[in-house]
């Protein structure tokens, strides 16, 4: 079973840092079945990267993803205060057929 | 654009039957491209997939292991919509439930449209 672990467990910044943002696989995964969530208290997650590094429609390009096989980063350059939120990976095609990691919590300060 | 309609009740006892309902626009449940999923999310749990319909020749299922035993999503083609229901529900089961499209025809796989979410309690 596919195990995703993000770290850090939150991360604190202030607007215009750059946040990186670690996910690991306990297996690997395919490139093209990987994909980052924004997750804002109440709304609905809005995915941001598909295929570990193409941003989806309307994502800014301060948002950018990277990685392969188990080692999966996003990047935000340029911090605002609006991407405060909860950021999730997520793998598809191994057991489980889907799976989330545990997210890491972005605060700006 | 696909837009995605949750309704269900808010508060079910424990024991009994969660039944969610998403009313899908701007695609078709018997779409041969994409796949409609239930995901939830707790604080305890974080983001969890809980099983999935899609059409492909015949009608599919797959369920996520944590739940196979309670949980059954349908399709309603005459009201373009899918269905979730969790069997002998506990407190554990407290969540905030989403439906999801997958595009499953393309070289990628992401949940590209949400619904806007139904918390669910189960309490006496």
């Known amino acids: 079973e596919i195990v995703l672990t993000q770290s850090p467990g939150t991360l604190s910044l202030s607007p215009g840092e750059r946040a990186t943002l670690s996910c690991r696989a306990s297996q690997s995964v395919s490139s093209s079945y990987f994909a980052w969530y924004q997750h804002k208290p109440g709304q609905a997650p809005r995915l941001l990267i598909y295929g570990a590094s193409s941003r989806a429609t309307g994502i800014p390009d301060r948002f950018s993803g990277s990685g392969s096989g188990t080692d999966f980063t996003l990047t935000i350059s340029r911090l605002e205060p609006e991407d405060s939120a909860v950021y999730y990976c997520q793998q598809y095609g191994s057991s489980p057929l889907c799976s989330f990691g545990q997210g890491t919590k972005l605060e700006i300060k | ?124």
């Open chain 2, 1 to 124: 654009q696909v837009q995605l309609q949750q309704s269900g009740p808010g508060l079910v006892k424990p024991s009994q039957t969660l039944s969610l309902t998403c009313a899908i626009s701007g695609d078709r449940v018997s779409s041969d491209r994409a796949a409609w999923n239930w995901i939830r999310q707790s604080p305890s749990r974080g983001l969890e997939w809980l099983g999935r319909t899609y059409y492909m020749s015949e009608w599919n299922n797959n369920y996520a292991e944590s739940v196979k035993n309670r949980i059954t999503i349908n399709p309603d083609t005459s009201k373009n919509q899918f269905s979730l229901q969790l069997n002998s529900v506990t407190p554990e089961d407290t969540a905030v439930y989403y439906c999801a499209r997958m595009d499953i025809l393309g070289t990628t796989r992401q949940f590209d449209y949400w619904g806007q979410g139904t918390l669910v309690t189960v309490s006496s």
